[in-house]
């Protein structure tokens, strides 16, 4: 079978192996469609917080496909069946997975990280972690639903957003654009926030969405706050940058008795005075990953159109040639590239 390898930092490689067989409790699925994340930029640019994962590996964790064949064990899935998978794997048996909280489990492991993932044609995974696609789900949208699970998260469950409140979402990236979508989607009045670099691909993806943008580096953010919020500050503000100035952009353009939700992985350490945001009692909450219950809400956001998946997906990347879609991803000139494996 086709498989896209790390072999080393910044190289990756289209390679033949050998298709997997699935073990008496495991489900074979073929796959269709297989997203790039900000992890795997990451993990491709072999960061040093990323070492941990051993080369060669095959790379992935986005992705849908169909039920190719089930081990002698598995009831609950049969061939034919359209799915998607819940990369991050719990223990559910630490402190956290008993007490509801399995999105922060302490000995998780990540498809396509610590074990081979879904940048191939096949892909063995046990049936708990699956998720069936409904049928009015194209599987090249469906390989949208672990990103707007995290997006579904940070606005459904971590959030408090209400229909009519302004909000702010910092980065115009996969997690970021998901975010601003679903929360237009209960009707909240969005705007995201960009730099000069996502002008070229990302911002217009957002404004194409119907959603307002700004690019910072032309803008000033603080006028575009005064002018949507009559001089109060966002009521909620979305932090998808990944940048440790984030938090501190955030805490000045939010109102008091506002809220701030980071959803991005700061990179490095920040100094931030929080003396602002305790002196206007803003809740600042934190949302990683997703639960069962977010995955499912992000395949009936998908099947509803709340999430326009065809609009965000770009599969205009080959297999043959994945270098291309890592690079173009990390110079933001597009948002979310795909590699089809089937069809």
Known sequence: MKAIVQTGAETVELQDRERPTPAPDEVLVRVHTAGICGSDAHAYKYDEEYHWVPIPRVMGHEYAGTVEAVGDDVTSFRPGETVTEEPVHDCGECFQCRNG?????????????????????????????????????????????????????????????????????????????????????????????????DTAARLPLVSDLGIDTVNVEETSLEGVAD??????????????????????????????????????????????????????????????GSTWRNFEQALRLLEDGSVDAEAIVDDGFSVEDPTAAFEAFLASETCKPVFTFDG
Do not use: W
Request: aromatic share 4%; net charge negative.
């Open 227 to 288: 002018e949507r919020t009559r001089g109060g500050g966002f009521d909620r503000i979305f932090d998808a940058t990944g940048h440790r100035s984030g938090i501190e952009t955030g805490i000045e353009h939010v109102r008091k008795g506002g809220e701030i939700v980071m959803v991005g992985i700061p990179n490095g350490p920040s100094t931030v005075s929080l003396a602002g945001a305790v002196r206007g009692e803003v809740t600042v909450e934190t949302s990683y």
């Open 101 to 197: 909280q399995s999105n922060v489990c302490q000995n998780f492991d990540i498809t396509g990280m610590h074990r081979d993932g879904a940048y191939a044609e096949y892909v063995c995974v046990p049936p708990e972690h699956l998720h069936r696609v409904p049928e009015t789900v194209p599987l090249r949208a469906a390989a949208l639903t672990e990103p707007t699970s995290i997006a579904a998260r940070a606005v459904l469950t971590r959030s408090s957003v209400e229909p009519g409140d302004d909000v702010l979402v910092q980065g115009p990236g996969p997690i970021g654009v998901l975010t601003a979508a679903i929360a237009d989607s209960i009707g909240a009045d969005v705007v995201v926030s960009g730099l000069g670099r």
